[in-house]
């Protein structure tokens, strides 16, 4: 079975820094894909940005990377010029490629603490 | 465009009662998953619907149950309750047949069992 693990239950940075965030996953799966899902007290959970495994290159949405290392089976997300708004609980994701609409198997998560 | 609807927002039940929470896919999907987030915890994968029919499963009793409509909400239907199932319940929609791969999440129903 897949597990993703985030070893950083808590975060914080100041504004206007960047900030990395960790998520290791275990998989014996050569394709899929990993998310990073932002939730914020509203509790509605919002996609942040998506990779797919057999893409080398890394994601970027605007100001927010994955550093994604297959080999090591390991995906962070990099916020830059953090800002009050991105204050929130965010979900590293896994889920298989083959199939239709397949489960998401979510990390525990890390809070994220943006100090003015 | 109404993106993934859910009903109630909030809900107090007691123990042994039976709870059913709704759901409305975003315009365009077909797939209904449901997932339970415990409390600091991240979401847990109960089942998945397309074209009416339970798809794929997750570790939970047969407590729970689902049903799909023909205009593809769900329901979400939790028997014989227990404390241990307070927690935000929250529904995904997705296209079957995109090559999106995302699963957009609405704004869950908070469940509490006293």
């Known amino acids: 079975a897949q597990t993703v693990t985030q070893s950083q239950p808590e975060m914080s940075v100041q504004e206007a820094e960047t900030v990395t965030l960790s998520c290791t996953y275990d998989?014996?799966?050569?394709?899929?894909?990993l998310f990073w899902y932002k939730q914020p007290p509203s509790r509605q959970m919002i996609l942040v940005i998506r990779?797919?495994?057999?893409?080398?290159q890394n994601a970027t949405e605007n100001r927010f990377s994955v550093n994604f290392q297959k080999a090591a089976k390991s995906f962070s997300l990099k916020i830059s010029d953090s800002q009050l708004g991105d204050a929130a609980m965010y979900f590293c994701?896994?889920?298989?490629?083959?199939?239709?609409?397949?489960?998401?198997?979510f990390g525990k998560g890390t809070k994220l603490t943006v100090n003015p | 465009d109404a993106g993934v609807t859910q009903s109630p927002t909030h809900l107090i039940k007691t123990r042994g009662q039976q709870v059913t929470l709704r759901c409305s896919p975003k315009s365009g999907h077909d797939t209904v998953s449901w997932y339970q987030q415990a409390l600091g915890q991240g979401p847990q994968f109960i089942f998945q619907y397309y074209e009416e029919e339970e798809r794929q499963r997750g570790n939970f009793p047969d407590r729970f149950s689902g049903h799909q409509f023909p205009n593809y909400s769900s329901e979400l239907n939790v028997n014989a309750l227990l404390l241990g199932d307070s927690a935000l319940y929250l529904c995904a929609s997705s296209p079957r047949t995109s090559g999106s791969h995302e699963q957009f999440f609405g704004p869950g129903t908070r469940l509490t069992v006293l």
């Open positions: 994701a896994y889920r298989r490629s083959q199939g239709g609409s397949e489960k998401l198997v």
């Open positions: 998989t014996s799966e050569s394709d899929y894909y």
């Open positions: 990779q797919e495994a057999y893409k080398q």
